[in-house]
């Protein structure tokens, strides 16, 4: 028996980063998505290690399951039913497990991923047999919420096979959980994005469980209802960076200019409830979509301008404003900055001439462009068959 997750990626369309300091965001999923799937051995089989398979990365690890158990079983593990963050203690035997997979230094950016995926399957599995299979659509570290979409994907196929959730194994198709599944769902995510982002605000988890449109403020989550179909360009400035690193770098500015920041935070929350505000408006109000496109034009450009004073900005993020601003199009970056992905709009009446050479000027700097479906379902399980 095997089951399969998806979980989307996201973008952030305005809040990034203040939202960690209590400011309101607006996000959306993506149709890009990470899957896991989760699977048991048979008696037959006789294996008796936990497997994590990278496949587009070309990476296995593998653990026989006494190391794991010598390891972990002597802290106090947490009840599948009640997500607890990873001890200090706990992390430390996870990361000597990590340590003895011999990483290669190119990729040595997975060990977080890798240590929140032990974090999730103890807790929520315990000390089974099993070998766990991730595959993503997503650009890692580039701002669209790769960390996010593997801890929800994981969190929902350990949960499949709890007995917290009620799933029908006969349904052919992807499943959807039930609300309150969800709610459990999302509080694991979390628990694997501290993790890997050190200290989340929980947005990026929270738009990938639930998928469509959100704001999200403190933790609460206000699901939107989009009255304006948007369009954005997606565009990778291929700048690696970390969002664990930058959300610190921002928080160290915070404590630096305690005053200054909170001003800069407070402007960013208004900015994302006039953008609510606008793309929840009305159709046919007293604004065309053209005017409420402008509008938000004019607030992603402040948006980044309070992005680039926290400090999260990049040389690589300002070629693709200078290239954009050409041709009268805003953009602004998504996600934790510091290179990653930068979102232009794309206005409804735009030629898609001038959307092709835009595209163009950018990928000639090295960059890479591309548009993806906005607001779509969030976490899904498979359950029978082959998807
Ligand atoms: N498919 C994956 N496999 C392994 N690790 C992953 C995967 N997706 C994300 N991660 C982990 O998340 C990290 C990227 O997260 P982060 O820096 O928050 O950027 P983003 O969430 O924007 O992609 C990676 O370095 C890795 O540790
Ligand atoms: C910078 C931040 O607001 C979003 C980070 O998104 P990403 O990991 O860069 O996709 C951090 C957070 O909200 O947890
Ligand atoms: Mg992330």
Redesign the pocket.
Same mark, same amino acid.
Request: glycine share 8%; hydrophobic share 40%.
């Given at each position: 028996m095997e089951v399969k997750a998806r979980a989307p990626?996201k973008i952030i369309l305005s809040g990034e980063h203040a939202v960690v300091h209590g400011s309101t965001a607006v996000a959306a999923s993506i149709n890009l998505y990470?899957y896991v799937t989760l699977r048991f051995p048979t008696p037959a089989d006789n294996d008796d290690t936990l497997k994590l398979q990278?496949k587009?990365?070309h990476l296995e690890f593998s653990w026989p399951i006494g190391k794991i158990k010598a390891a972990l079983s002597q802290l106090d593990l947490p009840n599948s039913s009640t997500p607890t963050s990873c001890s200090i203690e706990a992390m430390k035997s996870i990361a000597a497990l990590v340590e003895e997979q011999n990483i290669p230094e190119a990729k040595i @950016?997975?060990?977080?991923?890798?240590?929140? @995926?032990l974090w999730l399957y103890t807790s929520i599995q315990g000390f089974k047999p099993a070998t766990v299979i991730?595959?993503?659509e997503?650009?890692?570290?580039?701002?669209?919420?790769?960390?996010?979409?593997?801890s929800v994907a994981l969190a929902a196929v350990l949960l499949a096979f709890s007995d917290l959730v009620n799933i029908d194994f006969n349904h052919q198709g992807w499943l959807m959980y039930a609300d309150e599944e969800l709610e459990l769902l999302n509080k694991w995510a979390f628990e694997g994005?501290k993790i890997?982002?050190g200290r989340p605000s929980g947005i990026?988890n929270t738009v990938s469980t639930y998928g469509n449109m959100i704001q999200f403020r403190s933790g609460n989550l206000i699901r939107m209802k989009s009255n304006l179909p948007l369009k954005m360009l997606i565009t990778n400035t291929k700048v690696g960076?970390?969002?664990?690193a930058l959300v610190a770098g921002v928080s160290e500015r915070a404590l630096r200019h305690p005053d200054a920041m909170n001003f800069v935070f407070n402007a960013v929350d208004s900015i994302s409830k006039e953008l609510s505000a606008i793309i929840q408006s009305p159709i046919g109000d007293d604004l065309s979509v053209t005017q409420k496109e402008e509008k938000i034009e004019e607030l992603m450009e402040m948006n980044q301008g309070l992005l680039q004073s926290m400090g999260v900005s990049h040389s690589s993020i300002e070629t693709v404003l200078r290239t954009t601003l050409k041709y009268k199009l805003a953009s602004k970056l998504t996600?934790?900055g510091g290179g990653?992905?930068v979102l232009t709009l794309l206005p409804n009446l735009l030629s898609g001439k001038v959307v092709d050479i835009v595209m163009n000027e950018l990928e000639s700097c090295g960059f890479q462009c591309f548009t993806a479906g906005i607001g779509g379902n969030g976490v899904e399980i498979y359950v029978g068959g082959s998807s």
């Amino acid at each position: 028996m095997e089951v399969k997750a998806r979980a989307p990626g996201k973008i952030i369309l305005s809040g990034e980063h203040a939202v960690v300091h209590g400011s309101t965001a607006v996000a959306a999923s993506i149709n890009l998505y990470t899957y896991v799937t989760l699977r048991f051995p048979t008696p037959a089989d006789n294996d008796d290690t936990l497997k994590l398979q990278l496949k587009d990365l070309h990476l296995e690890f593998s653990w026989p399951i006494g190391k794991i158990k010598a390891a972990l079983s002597q802290l106090d593990l947490p009840n599948s039913s009640t997500p607890t963050s990873c001890s200090i203690e706990a992390m430390k035997s996870i990361a000597a497990l990590v340590e003895e997979q011999n990483i290669p230094e190119a990729k040595i @950016f997975l060990a977080s991923g890798v240590s929140a @995926f032990l974090w999730l399957y103890t807790s929520i599995q315990g000390f089974k047999p099993a070998t766990v299979i991730v595959t993503s659509e997503l650009p890692l570290g580039s701002g669209l919420g790769s960390s996010a979409a593997l801890s929800v994907a994981l969190a929902a196929v350990l949960l499949a096979f709890s007995d917290l959730v009620n799933i029908d194994f006969n349904h052919q198709g992807w499943l959807m959980y039930a609300d309150e599944e969800l709610e459990l769902l999302n509080k694991w995510a979390f628990e694997g994005e501290k993790i890997i982002h050190g200290r989340p605000s929980g947005i990026d988890n929270t738009v990938s469980t639930y998928g469509n449109m959100i704001q999200f403020r403190s933790g609460n989550l206000i699901r939107m209802k989009s009255n304006l179909p948007l369009k954005m360009l997606i565009t990778n400035t291929k700048v690696g960076r970390n969002t664990k690193a930058l959300v610190a770098g921002v928080s160290e500015r915070a404590l630096r200019h305690p005053d200054a920041m909170n001003f800069v935070f407070n402007a960013v929350d208004s900015i994302s409830k006039e953008l609510s505000a606008i793309i929840q408006s009305p159709i046919g109000d007293d604004l065309s979509v053209t005017q409420k496109e402008e509008k938000i034009e004019e607030l992603m450009e402040m948006n980044q301008g309070l992005l680039q004073s926290m400090g999260v900005s990049h040389s690589s993020i300002e070629t693709v404003l200078r290239t954009t601003l050409k041709y009268k199009l805003a953009s602004k970056l998504t996600g934790a900055g510091g290179g990653g992905c930068v979102l232009t709009l794309l206005p409804n009446l735009l030629s898609g001439k001038v959307v092709d050479i835009v595209m163009n000027e950018l990928e000639s700097c090295g960059f890479q462009c591309f548009t993806a479906g906005i607001g779509g379902n969030g976490v899904e399980i498979y359950v029978g068959g082959s998807s």
